[in-house]
């Protein structure tokens, strides 16, 4: 017989409850509807094109105020062509580009440079300080040359600084246009594009992947109803117009848009554009796009298809069909190795591939730059005391600048080779032995030329 302690031990014992069961069995159910729902709604082709879209036109918080932008690039073409002395000597070339910018004191630093067999050719340096425009050319001259600006380019170079740090800064007017842009060209597409879907197996890289392909069809006339009612609604749109850079933006933005609307649509020829989009998986990653346009007309089919190989690599084909054509006509990559990927530095190198077919000629060709981003580090400080206005530049400041430039690698055979074409075209400039008096009252429809007597 149980003795009273052990009565009340056993009723104190904690039953079951069943909040847990209830919660697991919510999750479940939450996970079969999502299965069921999300492939209804987040998959239809037109959610496709939105998230697209959405990605294209995403605003992202840019809080810095300084960049630094330095790269080297090199160029490299193998073409068995007429043209493969100047090839070789381009595969010679580095080309330097860097861009200072600070918005905060409106400045900007563009740098331009070119050595040709490890010699320098030129270092050009443009300099822009609050509405100020001076050139520097390194070892050729040494002053800064002061261009001169009208009040219409300096208010316009300001505006643009303004309209870069407002951007910057991620204003409620700047979201409010792009959201205004991206809706609009939602809405359009909409009412006119045609969407279509289909499963298919493509070759990605070395591998066959199944993917899903969703297609936007437009006609010709549809594809300029969107683009011209696209443009016709937002120069209507105060919040996308008052984020435009400056007047004249607005201005040429409202003309084009008057010329869209006499565009006579008989004009526009028959045929259609077709977007499709590639992707996999249940939350649809993205794995390549394709271009294709058809003019009936001409009975040709032009297309390009750009797959994602891997993050950072991209591969590229543009293809015809029709006229007797049904080829590969170019093929090439794109790819981007990042050594340094922080939020204040980037560091890495971009390469662009290019391949033509026989039908165009056999062509190679690479794109190479090296490139450095830095953030909020600062601009370098240009001393422009010593700097000299353009109109007074003397003729013997002109003469030692052009002396400099003749020594040059490439440019001073340039120069040479110009100088000679001008003599030549002088010399050989038609002249008559005819009395000047005679040419210039008798005769005055023939003269063309006055010899110096």
């Known amino acids: 017989m149980e003795t009273i302690e052990q009565v009340n031990e056993n009723f104190n014992v904690k039953k079951p409850k069943k909040k847990g069961l209830i919660i697991g069995l919510i999750v479940v159910l939450a996970i079969i509807l999502v299965l069921l729902f999300f492939p209804s709604v987040f998959t239809k082709p037109e959610a496709i094109f939105n ?16 960049m630094k932008f330095n790269s080297k690039i090199n160029v490299s073409i193998d073409a068995d062509t007429e043209y493969a002395e100047v090839f070789e000597q381009l595969e010679k070339c580095n080309f330097n580009l860097g861009v200072q910018l600070d918005t905060e004191e409106k400045k900007e630093i563009v740098d331009l440079g070119l050595e040709y067999d490890n010699e320098p050719v030129i270092d ?76 298919e197996t493509i070759d990605i890289g070395d591998k066959e992947q199944k993917v899903t392909k969703t297609t936007l069809i437009l006609s010709y006339e549809q594809l300029y109803n969107v683009l011209s009612n696209t443009l016709i609604n937002l120069s ?15 201005n040429n933005f409202k003309n084009t848009v008057e010329e869209l609307k006499k565009v006579n649509l008989d004009s526009i020829p028959d ?58 006509i170019l093929t090439g990559k794109v790819e981007i190795q990042k050594e340094k990927d922080s939020k204040n530095e980037q560091q890495g190198k971009l390469i662009i591939t290019l391949e033509t077919s026989e039908m165009i000629g056999n062509v190679k060709a690479e794109f190479d730059m090296d490139y450095n981003v830095e953030y909020d580090k600062g601009i370098d ?45 002088f010399e050989n400039s038609t002249t008559y032995d005819y009395p000047i008096n005679d040419l210039m009252f008798d005769n005055p429809e023939y003269v063309t030329s006055v010899p110096n007597l």
């Open 51 to 66: 998230k697209a879209i959405d990605k294209i036109f995403a605003i992202e918080a840019d809080e810095h105020t300084a």
């Open 124 to 199: 050009f340096q443009g300099y822009y300080n609050d509405g100020e425009l001076y050139a520097y050319l390194d070892e050729i001259f040494d002053k800064y040359i002061q261009v001169d600006l009208d009040n219409e380019t300096k208010e316009q170079l300001y505006e643009i600084f303004e309209n870069i740090q407002s951007n910057n800064k991620q204003t409620k007017e700047y979201k409010n246009a792009v959201k205004a842009l991206r809706n609009e060209l939602k809405k359009q597409i909409k009412e006119e594009g045609t969407f279509e879907r289909e499963k």
């Open 236 to 250: 209507e749109n105060e919040e996308f117009l008052d984020v435009l850079p400056y007047e004249s933006s607005e």
């Open 271 to 328: 045929g259609d554009l077709r977007i499709s989009i590639y992707t996999k998986g249940l939350l649809n990653k993205f794995v390549g796009v394709n271009f294709e346009t058809y003019v009936e007309e001409e009975n040709m089919t032009v297309g390009i298809n750009i797959l994602k190989e891997n993050e950072g690599l991209y591969t590229y084909v543009l293809n015809g069909n029709g006229q007797g054509v049904n080829a590969d």
């Open 381 to 425: 400080e240009i001393d422009v005391k010593n700097s000299i206005k353009m109109e007074d530049i003397t003729e013997n400041d002109i003469q030692s600048i052009m002396e400099k430039l003749m020594k040059r690698p490439l440019i001073g055979d340039l120069i040479e080779e110009l100088l000679n074409t001008s003599n030549d075209a």
